[in-house]
């Protein structure tokens, strides 16, 4: 039995498939913040009657490192966590800085002129009202002249 050994192709296609590569990892991983919990920040979403609500949590995050924008039926959430480095030997690191970024697709319509957003311990609250579903009424039919 042979064992497959692979080619050098001579360099060129190896340093273009590098560049593909890293231009993915670019675009992909290294601007959105991920931890053991999963994406950062962490963000839960409610339903209620007249509005959805966005509960993100953003521990050590100040609030003007955070832009939030919305559209009709998108959320997007974008930042900066800031970290200080601590004094003496790093000897074991947990904390992890840098930019961060979550867009979601929203299960309603909202009226993006009426989004509030207030931030307390470490958790920002953002409150999307929704717009108001469309009724249906009966139209008199008026008879022409």
Do not use: C
């Amino acid at each position: 039995m042979r064992d497959l050994v692979r080619r050098n192709s001579g360099g060129e296609l190896d340093r273009i498939r590098s560049g593909i590569d890293q231009v993915f990892a670019d675009a992909f991983f290294r601007s959105w913040h991920t931890g053991a919990q999963g994406a950062f920040p962490q963000v839960d979403l409610y339903n209620t009657e007249g509005s959805l609500v966005a509960l993100v949590n953003l521990p050590g995050v100040e609030i003007n490192d955070v832009e939030v924008s919305t559209n009709n039926d998108t959320l997007t959430i974008q930042g900066e966590v800031k970290l200080e480095p601590g004094d003496g030997e790093l000897l074991w690191q947990e904390r992890n800085g840098g930019k961060f970024y979550r867009s979601f697709k929203l299960p309603a319509p909202i009226k993006a002129d009426g989004v509030e957003a207030s931030f307390k311990a470490g958790v920002l609250r953002i409150e999307m009202p929704k717009v108001d579903e469309l009724k249906s009424r009966t139209v008199k039919i008026k008879e022409s002249s």
